[in-house]
């Protein structure tokens, strides 16, 4: 087993604390198997696979392409971080625009819309 140092904080009160212990890691899937249980250890691998998934999905809501996620879902591969989203800019200026507008500020909204259109305005 790796012996493995692992900080975490949390707030407590007013005031941020952190705390740190080591821990034992299995150095191997077989080592996880014997000492979790096979169950146990698919389980874990489970968790940390839902966490990366969730990490794709995300950059596909912040570039405004939810709409292509389940398509690009048979292309992700656990580990590949050279998976960025190419943000889709319209989208982005389009939310911005109606955020504005929303919030009451359309006047504003109008205006941003004139300067990045101004043949258009």
Request: hydrophobic fraction near 45%; avoid cysteine; charged fraction near 30%.
């Amino acid at each position: 087993m790796l012996q493995k140092e692992v900080a975490a904080k949390a707030k407590v009160g007013e005031n941020h604390e952190q705390a740190s212990a080591e821990f034992s890691y299995p150095e191997t899937t077989s080592e996880a198997v014997e000492s979790y249980g096979e169950e146990l250890a698919l389980d874990l691998i489970h968790s940390a696979l839902t966490l990366q998934v969730q990490r794709f999905i995300r950059q596909y809501i912040l570039a405004g392409r939810a709409a292509e996620l389940q398509a690009a879902a048979a292309s992700f591969r656990p580990g590949r971080r050279s998976q960025k989203v190419e943000k889709d800019v319209g989208a982005a200026m389009r939310d911005n625009l109606l955020a504005l507008k929303a919030a009451g500020r359309e006047e504003e909204a109008r205006e941003l819309f004139r300067q990045m259109f101004p043949d258009l305005a």
